[in-house]
């Protein structure tokens, strides 16, 4: 505690003092090397601490009018990821995944259990299976 007392108290208002900050915006075409140099940490703290500020507040690390992608990993070298499959190799039932998550995409492989114990969604598959008496 001692050492951030005396920053606090001692070190930094010295610091402070000694800058030679120009009454106008102007001033500062008339600043030499050194200073410059003498203002780089207030400068760069000023800046580290309005961007964190910004992002805690404003939300600057996420862009808030962007819609996230729904499609994180599957056949993204496609333009469009587009399955057909004939209705006579469904069989009796067949479910389809709709998180985007399965390995056996676009039949649901359960991918979704752990998707919605992560991020509280609660996504399931899409489940098709023939009335009775069809064939």
């Known amino acids: 505690m001692e050492t951030l007392h005396l920053f606090v108290k001692v070190s930094l208002p010295k610091y402070l003092r000694s800058l030679n900050v120009p009454k106008t915006f102007g001033g500062f075409a ?4 050194e200073d410059w140099l003498n203002l780089c940490p207030l400068i760069f703290c000023t800046a580290v601490f309005v961007m964190a500020i910004y992002r805690i507040f404003l939300g600057g690390s996420r862009r808030k009018n962007k819609v996230p992608k729904v499609n994180q990993s599957l056949m993204k070298e496609d333009s469009k990821v587009v399955t057909q499959m004939d209705i006579e190799d469904i069989g009796e039932k067949i479910a389809f995944c709709r998180c985007w998550r399965s390995k056996k ?12 114990a992560e991020s ?3 996504v399931g598959p899409l489940l098709l299976r023939r009335a009775e008496g069809e064939k």
């Open 105 to 116: 995409f676009p039949l649901c492989d359960g991918a979704h259990n752990k998707h919605n």
């Open 120 to 122: 509280g969604d609660n």
């Open 30 to 33: 008339n600043l030499s090397g």
